[in-house]
């Protein structure tokens, strides 16, 4: 993502009052996670992660993320993610990032 399209994100984010207004750069940790089951490509994922940022607590969340099992993650990954100060239970993860990681 451009400078721009970041900076313009993030003013609709504020004007449109979203959780994610306050967000600060941070980072989640994959604590467990499920397996894939199956042969279908796209599949549900639940996730047990440790939240980290900046003037906020680290925080346990358990999510689901449906993800292409060619990219699968493993326990103990740590991604970059956004993650809100209000409510830091409201995180934006580069799951993009996952296919660069198992290339």
Same mark, same amino acid.
């Not at 900076?7 to 994610?20: I, Q």
């Not at 996670?33 to 992660?49: A, I, V």
């Not at 440790?50 to 699968?72: C, F, K, M, N, S």
């Given at each position: ?18 959780? +994610? ?18 042969? +279908? ?5 639940? +996730? ?28 103990? +990954? ?26």
């Amino acid at each position: 993502m451009e400078d721009w399209e970041e900076d313009a994100a993030e003013t609709l984010e504020r004007l449109t009052r979203s959780p +994610m207004a306050d967000a600060v750069p941070g980072t989640i940790r994959i604590v467990s996670l499920s397996q894939p089951t199956g042969r +279908m490509r796209y599949q549900t994922c639940e +996730m047990d992660l440790i939240l980290q940022a900046p003037g906020i607590d680290a925080e346990p969340l358990r999510t689901e993320v449906v993800l292409d099992r060619r990219y699968w993650p493993d326990a103990g +990954m740590v991604l970059r993610a956004r993650i809100s100060q209000r409510q830091p239970r409201m995180i934006d993860v580069n799951w993009d990032a996952l296919a660069r990681e198992k290339r």
